[in-house]
């Protein structure tokens, strides 16, 4: 499969611990972007990639969110300190120069955290 | 600030009947336009754009949006719904400074046998 994937797909934390994701774009593709799904809204965008130069921040990543993209690969989404707020479906997508102009954005199948 | 607004949480329409998903933007300029479908345990996947030029676009799986800029919307038509068709329907505006998409908070389409 030559898709989107992130891991864990699922992750149970206690509150105040560190979680980090780890998403492995289309090979081919420059752009990477994080995004946040809670229950019964649409994806919030978070942060994005082109290559490994981070050009975008939403303000929802509070000082306790980091993303990284070493030599412009893959991607980690670390956070600390969790809180119950955090619990969500967290969503990486990639695109190409050209699709991420047009929009067409590639979905993983999302990370899932629950912050007890 | 750029948003996306779609009134219907559910939708409930029989296999076989039309279907019609409302969305509204608000943007000043004119707008990039999306649709993506979200289906159990699968990822978003795009069904259609807009950009400029004809106003009635089409996509995958028989979808099709029609832009009206004089109403802000860009409501999706499918003519004859099929089960498969059930899942979670976004709507996406992408501001023409950034990549990023800015999402509604979708639309779940049940499909009655």
């Known amino acids: 499969d030559t898709g989107v994937s992130q891991d864990p797909r699922h992750k149970i934390t206690k509150r105040g611990q560190n979680v980090t994701f780890r998403c492995d774009p289309i090979?081919?593709?420059?752009?990477l972007y994080w995004y946040r799904q809670t229950l019964g809204q649409g994806p919030e965008f978070l942060t994005y990639?082109?290559?490994?130069?981070?050009?975008?921040k939403s303000r929802l990543l509070s000082d306790r969110f980091s993303a990284e993209r070493p030599k412009g690969s893959f991607s980690t989404l670390e956070i600390q300190r969790t809180e119950q707020g955090d619990s969500a479906m967290y969503l990486c997508?990639?695109?190409?120069?050209?699709?991420?102009?047009?929009?067409?954005?590639?979905f993983g199948e999302g990370s899932r955290l629950t912050v007890l | 600030a750029q948003s996306v607004t779609q009134p219907d949480i559910h939708i409930t329409v029989s296999e076989g009947a039309s279907l019609e998903l409302r969305c509204n933007y608000s943007?000043?300029?004119?707008?990039?336009l999306f649709w993506y479908v979200q289906s159990p345990g699968q990822g978003l996947q795009l069904l259609l754009k807009?950009?400029?030029?004809?106003?009635l676009v089409q996509g995958i799986k028989g979808f099709e949006a029609e832009f009206k800029r004089s109403q802000s919307s860009f409501n999706l038509r499918k003519p004859s719904v099929h089960w498969s068709d059930a899942a979670e329907y976004f709507c996406?505006?992408?501001?023409?400074?950034?990549?990023?998409?800015?999402f509604g908070s979708g639309t779940r389409l049940l499909v009655r046998p």
């Open positions: 943007y000043g300029a004119t707008p990039y």
């Open positions: 996406a505006v992408r501001p023409e400074s950034s990549y990023k998409l800015i």
């Open positions: 997508a990639s695109s190409s120069g050209t699709s991420g102009y047009t929009g067409e954005l590639f």
């Open positions: 807009y950009f400029s030029g004809d106003t």
């Open positions: 090979s081919e593709h420059n752009r």
């Open positions: 990639f082109q290559n490994e130069a981070q050009l975008e």
